[in-house]
Each structure stands twice: as structure tokens, then as C-alpha cells.
């Protein structure tokens, strides 16, 4: 089944606690999106990748970071995590990054930084 | 830049009503459009999209949207909603060729009572 895995799909943390959440698609998307979530604000962008070790800002990047190092792998990197993180993040992936492409998005991760 | 607006944060609406999400946006060049819906604590899906041609688009689940160029609009439609249309919509604008950056609409929230 085409797909994109987001894990953990919940993480309580504290702050400062450097964590990780992978994601992974398998459907040969060279396109790779974070996003977060937050109400009233909608859809933020924080990096973006059109193909293996490119990646861009979007956004909202301050505070994480993200590597490509294989197609089918996007992981976003938090080293030092702040309440102000906590929000609902999604990663996403397309075909060949243009943009008539639509999104393909994961199932979510739920982040709470105390 | 592009941006997108949503002016309807909130909609509430009793069976077989009918529906218009409005969408606005704010670019002058060719753009590609997509609504997507969000249902309770699931991710993103792809509602329906725009690209050229034929101005109204027809999605899944009886949705359609019409873009108007000349109002840089593209609202959301269905005549009868239904219980299970419950869920959070989104707007998303591409501009045409360049660099994949999409810009989101903050989200609209619709409650369908049975």
C-alpha cells in the first residue's frame, strides 16, 4: 500500500531532550515536506526537500533540522525542544516536486514539549 | 508571496444543507489549486485539485470547486452535505512552475449535525 509513515504518532518530551521523527514513503517520491499544525494557523511549512541531500527552509525552520540522505526517508531533527514546539506535525511527499503535484501526507505526530 | 485566505473558520450546518467554503487568493501568475480535508484525528487527503481547463472540478464524495481567475477565488461546493462530511478543509495554492513551495489556507472547520 502506497503510504507515508510517520513515527512516533505521540511524544510527550521535556525541554532540551533532543528527539527525532522519521518519516518514510515508499512510493519513489523524490519531493519530502514537514509541516506543523497548529490552530488557527493552519498548515506551516518548517523544510522541504526536492530529492536526496537538497533540502530548504520553508517557513518555519527555526529550532529544527532535517537531513535526506536516502530518497524514501525525511527524519525531522529537534536538538533542543521547546514548549513552543508543541503542536501536531505531518510530513508529506510527492512525485517529482512540481507543482501541480498533490501532497501525500502521513498520519501525524502529536508532540508535547514540557 | 502567495497567500491564501479562508474566510470561514468555523461552519456549522444540519444534514442535506448546503455547502461553499470560500478561497481566496493572492498571486498573479498561473496557479494550481487544491482543497484538502482533514477528518477527526486522521491526516490530510486530497479533496480535489485545478490545474487548467474546465474551471469547475469535480472531487470525490460529490465535492466540486470553481475558480474564478478574475476574483482569484476557488470555493469549495456540495449541495447536500452529509454527517460524515465532518472534518476540516483546507485550501492550497501552487504557483505555476518555480520553486514547490504551497501555501495553506489557515483551515476551515465544518460540524455537520445529523
Known amino acids: 500500500e502506497a503510504q507515508v509513515t510517520q513515527n512516533p504518532r505521540y511524544l510527550i518530551t521535556v525541554t532540551g531532550k533532543k528527539l527525532t521523527v522519521t518519516c518514510s514513503q515508499n512510493?519513489?517520491?523524490?519531493?519530502m515536506s514537514w509541516y506543523r499544525q497548529d490552530p488557527g494557523l493552519g498548515l506551516r511549512q518548517i523544510y522541504y526537500?526536492?530529492?536526496?541531500?537538497?533540502?530548504d527552509k520553508g517557513d518555519v525552520p527555526e529550532g529544527y533540522k532535517v537531513s535526506r540522505k536516502e530518497k524514501r526517508n525525511f527524519p525531522l531533527i529537534l536538538e533542543s525542544p521547546s514548549p513552543n514546539q508543541t503542536s501536531l506535525y505531518f510530513c508529506a511527499s510527492s512525485l517529482q516536486g512540481r507543482s501541480n503535484s498533490p501532497l501525500h501526507f502521513g498520519n501525524g505526530t502529536r508532540l508535547t514539549v514540557t | 508571496a502567495q497567500s491564501v485566505s479562508q474566510h470561514n473558520h468555523h461552519v456549522i450546518l444540519s444534514e442535506a444543507a448546503s455547502l461553499e467554503l470560500g478561497c481566496n487568493y493572492s498571486?498573479?501568475?498561473?496557479?494550481?489549486l487544491f482543497w484538502y480535508v482533514q477528518y477527526p484525528g486522521q491526516h490530510l487527503q486530497l479533496l480535489l485539485k485545478?490545474?487548467?481547463?474546465?474551471?469547475l472540478v469535480k472531487g470525490i464524495k460529490g465535492f466540486e470547486a470553481e475558480f474564478i481567475k478574475s476574483k482569484f477565488s476557488f470555493n469549495l461546493r456540495k449541495p447536500s452535505v452529509q454527517w460524515s462530511d465532518t472534518a476540516e478543509y483546507f485550501c492550497a495554492v501552487n504557483a505555476g512552475g518555480g520553486s514547490y513551495i504551497p501555501t495553506f489556507g489557515r483551515g476551515t472547520s465544518l460540524i455537520v449535525h445529523p
Open positions: 485545478y490545474f487548467s481547463g474546465d474551471p
Open positions: 526537500s526536492m530529492n536526496v541531500e537538497v533540502t
Open positions: 498571486y498573479g501568475g498561473t496557479v494550481n
Open positions: 512510493m519513489n517520491h523524490e519531493y
